[in-house]
């Protein structure tokens, strides 16, 4: 059964056609259709090992950073194929951010946090300016404004990773990829950050791997569900808006799944 | 639904750069990277060229041409010694006049002998030439080498002489342009193409002002020309010479000349000390005589004026001999005494020998020949009577009370003075009174460095030995005429079998192996045990407690104390406050108190010893703490004592870790100099350490003190010994690897 | 005991099973006791050490050394006397100079014109009867203000100022670090961030070639490679065979592996996570490298050069061999700085290398030159101690922050 790949509505930030992974010659993921709707949240499950995060991280090549690692296929962004030799990784990176699973801010200070990867970037603005802008959307100006000389590592958990998100954002990218950003956190901190993500949404494409099915049901709009065969290859099982994938499964799998059968 | 967006030209919107101004940013960042990444690679590429540097430096002085001048010739040495068997056999007549030869065995019917072919051809009536293995001398076998005896004939004169002496000179040019012609009529055979047109050419470099080119030859015509001509050398080359100036004269030189047959050496003495114009030689001229005709102002120049096939001849009535074997020859010459002792077949009458003098060149080439004798083949009481000739009795004396040359007789010392000296108390009397009389390889090397004495005057590095030969052959022709041009290995068998010397040509790292061997062993005999006992300790006994604390801090600063402070830690305890111990005073290994000395093998073990002990605690504390839980936790649930559970499974699963770690601290050790330097190495030793009492040196030692040597070829040596040094380190580590991967593919 | 049961062979099967009371193990008492020994004996190295250097340091600061005033008494005294008449001629004498007449030390507590009051028989010494003309020794000994203030180490003379030897170790050492730090950081990272693993597997070992080599090696190099190098590159007139420059450049070569293992190390512990995130952000390696995950491990290359820095202080051979034999005597004011104290091209001994010198000549044990080597050689020691606790420090900060 072939999975329903599209939307209703809204146009499309980035897709996957025929997208393989392949570590050395083991093939992680297969087959991969998917199209991410703008401005929306995607939250990508499915059990432990069924590639949810290399679909992730193949959408900023993160993936090329493993010396073993190939992608095969197209990931399509703004009409041209991201794996294109052409294609600078660098620049992609900087359009399509990431938050990572684990809170991990540079040691620098909180400030510097923010600014780097704008100064990078070539950011010719006001940067204070940029890094409270920054710091408010990730709702943590007000927690660290007075300490903005301080260490990253000074800061909790959560606060941590919201620093990581404020970091993401301060380089103005289109999508940001979430590779299970709360899994690290306490229920309070995770749930912040879930608000976070939802007020983010009205200006950035967000994907969000996540573990937690509840969380999808949650925080995103759509979700894409994939789970693995024989050969421990991931693939695509089902796509749908996030209502309707939890209420109305097309497949058996899914249903199973999100019932908690299996997983 | 492909709605999908394109890129948002937000220039105005946001301070980021856009489009080209984006592709321009990450390209120049991608630049920056670039060069920044070539930095980084020049860096590892520096630092590896350095080690390549070090390596190549090294083999570059260790092996190399090298020029060397003997001051004896080695050859020389031997062929007197076979000379002296030659001239001292009974029934031997001999004389430095061929005629007188010829007409002995003309006289004798058991007569035989040998000279120049042309004084055969003379007396071909009463004399029979031999055939030598099967080879009857001829012009066809001479010039093929077929027949064994062939040897160029020379004249040698000088520069000084051709442009002085207009007579000589033109007379030489003269010979030069006839002798082929001419020397068939004497006997001899003609000299080789190559050799004739190198004597031309000579002749014509010392007339340079004839305006030739090399290649041109010149006659010149001897009308009317005045002066005197003085030849004097070898009998053989005699009748040769003698025929070319009477020719000469007939040709219309109206001067004098002189033509004496006295022997080559005794020519070359003459022509060398100014007393005659040509030296008539039957063999080439020898570094010595070199020597003292450039004393004398006279770079001798050398020409080949023909060939000889030297005669064995038989008196014409003697009929069983028609030929003999180079074998035969050796016989007939010494060791028989009739015929038939030499071939059944030949008569049973005593062999009646006419031979050229001592002073011939004849003989010197017959000897060698025949008898084919190298120097270092010789019996040792040949080699012992050369030394006896060649050096000072008072020398000789010195040298046998080091080691004696026999074990029941004496060379140099008189046997009731030996007798007295080897009476004192041990200690004080010399060390030839007990240890094991020389081999003859021992006295070979003395004979070497007593009496041969070669000397490196010149040493060329191995790059330059290998692309600029030719420069190296010419400049040392050049500056070294009398040198032998030689490719030496300074890394040598006897480099590593011979004692140290104070002569870089004879040192050796033997000593300084032994010693470093036993150092070593003392080193880890001291620290093995108490290093792996202080890691079981610290990683299995000791608790978190502040004391364990602290020790294991001190363990860790003591492996970055400088090892120079290891060194004066063992100068004040070892050798000063611990002096009767490591003297071995107390245990009577030194005779009297007052000679103890804790500048022993074990004062140097022990310092490095506590040098090592940090390093091998903290390698063996990773090794033990690799060992899995479990596995204690196996022992002991089984009733095992923690010992037993240590002992019986924690150790044998940590131990490839622990031997890895300790011989990575023991070649540590072995590279140690600064220590032992500190601790008081001996600067000079020859004798072999015989315990941990010993004084001793090391490898590093001696490299050291090589290195801080002026003289070049000490530089060669400490080269040699830092390969020598450097592959027992390459061996010791090897084994570390070996246990490593034998370890890890046992543990997985 | 007769009903043993033949069942249980094992040894205490007999024994009452309901006593579980600890027993003594000799055996393991003794062993345990032996094993400690071990561990407890590194204490006494360093205690050994700090010992021999203190006491041997204090007897270079105190020992006498008897200098001829040349001055004579011009009367003779009796054991009881304490004024003596002394002549015009030789040095002149100060209160509370300690001076000897013959056997007899005696301390000077007044100075008149042509006399001078004494106590006598000081220092163990008996007092006795002095005929005139007897000259008169003036205790001398090293004060520490004296060798931290002057410029010149002259032990025959007496002079014993250690500027000489501690700037010619110092200079040694910084060109060292000026070799060793760029060279041995920039070979960690690339082999860190940018070599690929059998790249890295191959240049890894080369340095741990390197590593190995002994020092006495690098000596030789120094002396038949590097210099004669300088004297090509620079000119044989402004470069002495013997020369700081040298050594140091090869006291630095043979520094990069450490620097390079140890930053290296300090770099893989940075977390990949770290490197992910600037990547996450769109920077390039070299931005990783340089801008994230070097300043994440400043503390462990901070740690590298400290104790990069301590080995070059403490290294021997090279210097010995190839710096120069003789300390580089100079008077302030008088020889140029730049021209001459520190001028790299000239030969001068660092401590290190007097210590290997004097120490391997024929050095009696009982004189002011053995002494002073210990003085010098407590100076390196605390100096290197001092590095390497820092060093320690340093490591353990990295440590705490990414363990």
Redesign the interface.
Known sequence: MKPNTSFSNGSVAVEAKEMQVYYGSFRAVKDIALKIPTKHITALIGPSGCGKSTVLRSF?R?ND?V?SARVEGQILYHGSNIYDTHVD???????I????Q?P?????TIYENVA??AR??GFKGNMDQLVEESLRQAALWDEVKDKLSQSG?SLSGGQQQRL?IA??IA?KPEII?MDEPTSALDPVATLRIEELIQELKKQYTIIIVTHNMQQAARASDYTAFFNMDGDRAGYLVEFDNTNELFTNPKNELTEQYITGRFG | MDNMQPIPNQSETTPFPEGEALKNQ?QW??R??LA??L??????L???S??I??LY??LN?SFGYVVVINKVDPQRLALDVVEEQILNTANTVSSEDDFELANGIANDSNGIGFFGIAYYQENNETLKLLAVDGVMPNAETAASGEYPFTRPLYLYTADAVLQNNQAANIFLNYLLNNVNSEIETVGYFPATSAAYAAAQQRWLSANPGLGLQSGQWVSIEPDGMAGTIRVVGSSTVFPLTQHMLEQYQEAGFAGNFGNESVGSSAGLAAFCSGQADFAASSRPIQSGEIEACRNNGRFPLEFQIGTDALAIVVNNQNSALNEVSTEQLQQIFTTATTWNEVNEAWPAQAIQRYIPGADSGTLDFFAEAVYQTSLASLPKDDLVRLLATNISTGRGRALEREQRFYESALVFEDPATWNEVCAAPAGERPSGCIAEPRTQEEVYDLLLAEVIQPDVVKVYNLQNSLLNRTAIATEAAALYPNGEITFRSWLSADFITDPQSSTPEFAGVRTAIFGSLWVIFITILFSF??????A???EE??ADNRL?R??Q??????A??????????G???FV?VLEQLTSGAIFGAVESTASANGRTIISAGLTLG?LI??LI?INAQEALRAVPNSLRQAGLALGA???QTIWYHVLPSALPGILTGTILAV?RA?????PL??V?AS?FITVDPSGPFSKFTTL?IQ??QW??RPQAEF?NI??AA?IV??AM?LSL?ASAIILRNRYSTRSI | MATKNPATPLMGAETNMNDLTKRP?I??SF??G??????????F??L??VY??TT?SLAFFTRQQWENTNKPIVADITPEETVLVVGDAGASLIEEDIVRLGEEVMVVQSIAENTITVLRGQQDTIAVSHTAGLQLFRSNTVTLSETITTTKWIPQLGLFGIWPLLLATLMTSLIAMLVAL??????A???SE?A??KVRSM?KP??E??A??????????A???MTPLLRSIFGEGRVEIFNTASAGIVVG?LI??LV?SMSEDALHAV?R???????????????TS???VL??ALSGITAAFV?AI?RA?????VV??AAGAGPKNFELGKDSITGFVLNPFLAAETM?GH??RI??GDIS?DSIDYNS??SI?LL??SM??V???A??YFVSRYRE?YE
């Open positions: 900023n993160m950073l010396a990784p660098v620049e992609i990176r900087r359009r951010g990431m938050v990572f684990k991990n801010p540079f040691s620098k780097w990867g990078i970037n590592y990581c970091r993401t380089v990829l | 990450i960042r991608h920056q990277g920044w990444r930095l980084f690679i020049a860096a590892l520096i630092a590896i350095s080690l540097a070090l430096n090294i002085d045990p108490i290093g792996v006992g202080a079981i300790y610290l006994y000791a364990n602290i020790l801090t001190n363990i860790n600063n003591l970055g104390v400088p090892s120079i402070i290891y060194g004066m830690l100068l004040a305890i000063r506590l002990l940090p605690i004592t923690q010992w070649s072995i590279g140690e100099t600064a330097v500190v008081g600067t590093p490299i050291y290195t801080s530089r400490a080269a830092i040094l450097l380190l580590n | 193990r055996g393991e062993i345990q032996f094993l400690f020994l071990c561990g407890i004996l590194s204490i190295t360093t050994g050490i021999i250097l041997e760029p060279l041995g950081l920039a070979s990272i690339y082999l940018y690929s693993e240049l080369i340095l070639v390197l190995g080599i002994p020092t006495v090696v690098f000596g030789y190099f002396l038949t490679f070569i990069i592996p390079s977390p996570a770290l490197r992910e995130a600037a990547y996450g952000l769109g920077a390039t390696k070299l931005e340089l801008k994230i300043p994440a104790v301590s202080i403490g290294e021997t051979m010995a061999i290190t210590i290997v120490s391997g044990y080597l210990f050689g390196l020691f290197t101690l590095l390497n606790i060093a320690r922050v």
